[in-house]
């Protein structure tokens, strides 16, 4: 249990929190259609910021004119500066540590560097960069678990300031939209020409918004700045359940299990009501109508908040629970925008008006690329009593451990193989064939998966679980730094010439890191927490911890987790598997 | 036709990465999705990029792929009675 002591919403509608829901309260929309913008050379539905606005609004911030900032960090420093002064913390306090929470960050970049240093593409660079604005002395931690992000950072935060010496986290989620996003969407078929209409019958897709959204997190009540109220993130929980690398299962085993744990002492009949994450493409809706029918929370009010804001990726997460939070403030359920008639896989009471409200909690929903799914439960008012799960964080046992770099690989019974190619992406065919692995789906897999599925199988063979059995209390752990870099510019090449521009939706469905733990997710049928974290390089320590977190915060008894890594043809991936 | 039908098998395989087959090994009337070759949705949008690389055929809804992508020799038939190149 964590306090939200200030927040705030950086979007096409607003710069602050009570700006955006001014906007979403009176009906507006950020979403409009356009065309020839971003270099794209069809059109399309999207929430973005008037060009320029961001510029206008970052130069009156106090900084360094001698740091460049790209768009998606000035957006961030917007609303993590406005949050913090809300919540009267200082940012420079070494108690102070700042989760980053994005899908691409400054992947614009690889079409041209504009100037920029080569390591401004990498994710754990924006987010030094912005800690450092605020002069903040840690490293940051960043998630990068695709849809899933934005709740993840926030499970992360109520981790870091549970297990480690943190009194604050600010949680920032922030995503900017370009040619590379929106052509990858587009050539998933998934985007609506129009706006987009959750839960409704004839839903035609989703629209992508950029954002940026930042919560203050504080570990003790009695930080809440006199006079505000106790904002409460009361339970958070993940779930994987992937069975395809574009998304979670049909049956929505993953949410509803996750529903079901941040549920669990709880009376559903406080809830006010459930956002959802609604993207409005006809899976997504039918899959989370399913998990809450067999959650018994058809009777709840749902609503989707992607008809105001679009989904806003790795800001959707924040962004929603600040808006949705201010729904209880205000006793007001927001209605779906866009929904006319439902009609979803399973029927759910979909808040097609404005309604009243006076309870104080509401239950987050959110599903995404790799399998991944979470739920939040938020309280407002006095928190609920739930027994807390934080048992102390022991030393985990690695039971297995295995290798592989370009030139060579470990085998956890201590054997060396040494590849005979020049080419990794040779070698990890080589490693293939050595394991005699008979996994067709290997050979459609970017090499940041085939690299980590290698080492998962040796490990996995090796404790005797390379196999399709169902292992509820097995999770997945991996840092890496390059994200999925090696395969975000293998895609930029199929849409940098206009003349040769062809959107390659099987390289594209790779271009999330976390798509690695969800193919061993897929192939191991494990179905605990899946999370992804970026960092510059392998610390061994805070790994350590992140495990052992996990398993004091989960039902996990074993972790797949370890350092997978590929880079411009480099691989470097250490896997343990871990025992409670 | 019959070249029609064996160059798409090898593009087929090659955008697919379907490894280790040969176009031999690939029946011309057999379902491309489902049993047959065991292809996925993200296969389904690979190849309507193929149409579009390739033929010049452009669709703008995944669903009109169902129907073409019955078989090779389905597609290979809409191929010659639509392409642009």
Known sequence: MIFNIGDN????????????????????????PYSHRLGLPEP??????????IDEKFLKLPYNQEENYTKVEKMAILSATDALANAGVNPADPQVIFVFSTTKGNVELLEDLRGYEPERPYLWRSAQLIARYFGNPNEPVVVSNACISGCAAQVAAARLLHYHDYRYAVVIGADVLSKFIISGFQSFKALSPEQCRPFDVDRTGLNLGEAAATIVYARHRADIPAGKPCLCLA????CNDANHISGPSRTAEGLFAAVLQVLDGFDVTDLAFVNAHGTATRYNDDMESVAMERANLTDIPVNSLKGYFGHTLGAAGVLEVILSTQELLHHRVLRTVGCENPGTAAAVRVAQQPMETSKTAFLKMISGFGGGNAALLVTVGEPPAAAEKAEAAGEPRILAEANISDTAAILPDGTRLSSTSSDTKQWLSE????????????????CLSKAGILAAEMVMRAVGQANEDLKSDWGVVCFNSAASLDDDRTYQATIQDPENYFPSPSVFVYTLANIVAGEMAIKYKLRGETSFYISEHFDKEKFKKAVADVFAQTNAKHLLAGWVDYDNGHCDVQIFIFEK | MENLIEELKKEIIEVLNLEGMTPADIDENAPLFGEGLGLDSIDALELIVLMEKNYGIKLQNANEGKEIFKSVKVMAEYINAHRTK
């Open chain 1, 9 to 32: 919403i950086v979007s096409p509608l607003g710069w602050t929190t009570a700006e955006n829901w001014s906007a979403v309260a009176a009906g507006h929309s950020g979403l409009r």
């Open chain 1, 44 to 53: 399309f539905f999207s929430s973005l910021f008037d060009q320029g606005k």
């Open chain 1, 235 to 238: 339970a958070g929980a993940i």
């Open chain 1, 431 to 446: 490693l293939y064939n050595h394991l005699g692995m008979a996994y067709p789906k290997f050979f459609k897999m970017d």
